[in-house]
């Protein structure tokens, strides 16, 4: 079984590619006229195709038709209009503009913001002088740790009056026994 043919050739796909781009490079001034040439065209195609065209050549299709909603009409207050219609430039230009309705359960009637606070993020700048500044700090911290910690000089405690003292307790001894 063979493909179906559109306009005589194989590829229809492709061949409904180059009626879409002949169609929109050979603009019709009248909306009406444009309306009928596209509705044309589709049902030529599936009524030899037997489905819809791909859903790429549709949207094509679909902007040229919008073409005065899309292009032509540079109004910012488009949105005033009874079914707004804006083009994706405008579109990505009002949603910057606008906030998220999740930043709303944060705020009170008063407008004021009740959420917790939540502490900045150090920038990588201030990240490094935190850094310098406390390896700074834990070597003067370290240094003094070691002196305080360093075994210190040897003093010797066998002197001369420490060896007189020797016997001391034996003579405490019998000074007690001569008492009692």
Same mark, same amino acid.
């Given at each position: 079984?063979?493909?179906? #043919?559109? %306009?005589?050739?194989?590829?229809?796909?492709?061949?409904?590619?180059?009626?879409?781009?002949?169609?929109?490079?050979?603009?019709?001034?009248?909306?009406?006229?444009?309306?009928?040439?596209? #509705?044309?065209?589709?049902?030529?195609?599936?009524?030899?195709?037997?489905?819809?065209?791909?859903?790429?050549?549709?949207?094509?299709?679909?902007?040229?038709?919008? /073409?005065?909603?899309?292009?032509?009409?540079?109004?910012?207050?488009?949105?005033?209009?009874?079914?707004?219609?804006?083009?994706? %430039?405008?579109?990505? !230009?009002?949603?910057? /503009?606008?906030?998220?309705?999740?930043?709303?359960?944060? /705020?009170?009637?008063?407008?004021?913001?009740?959420?917790?606070?939540? !502490? %900045?993020?150090?920038?990588?700048?201030?990240?490094?002088?935190?850094?310098?500044?406390? %390896?700074?700090?834990? !070597?003067? !911290?370290?240094?003094?740790?070691?002196?305080?910690?360093?075994?210190?000089?040897?003093?010797? /405690? #066998?002197?001369?009056?420490?060896?007189?003292?020797?016997?001391?307790?034996?003579?405490?001894?019998?000074?007690?026994?001569?008492?009692?």
């Amino acid at each position: 079984m063979t493909k179906p #043919a559109f %306009r005589g050739r194989k590829d229809h796909t492709a061949e409904f590619e180059r009626a879409v781009t002949d169609i929109i490079d050979n603009f019709i001034v009248d909306r009406g006229e444009r309306v009928r040439a596209v #509705a044309a065209l589709i049902d030529e195609y599936v009524a030899e195709v037997g489905v819809r065209p791909k859903p790429q050549q549709l949207e094509r299709l679909t902007d040229y038709l919008m /073409y005065e909603d899309l292009e032509g009409d540079r109004r910012t207050n488009k949105t005033t209009d009874e079914y707004p219609v804006l083009s994706e %430039r405008q579109l990505a !230009r009002r949603q910057d /503009y606008e906030y998220s309705i999740d930043l709303a359960n944060d /705020y009170d009637t008063d407008g004021r913001n009740r959420t917790k606070p939540a !502490r %900045r993020h150090r920038i990588a700048r201030e990240e490094r002088f935190v850094d310098k500044l406390s %390896r700074q700090k834990n !070597r003067a !911290r370290n240094e003094q740790y070691r002196r305080d910690t360093s075994p210190g000089p040897v003093t010797p /405690y #066998a002197t001369e009056p420490f060896v007189q003292a020797g016997g001391q307790a034996d003579r405490w001894r019998e000074s007690l026994s001569v008492i009692h």
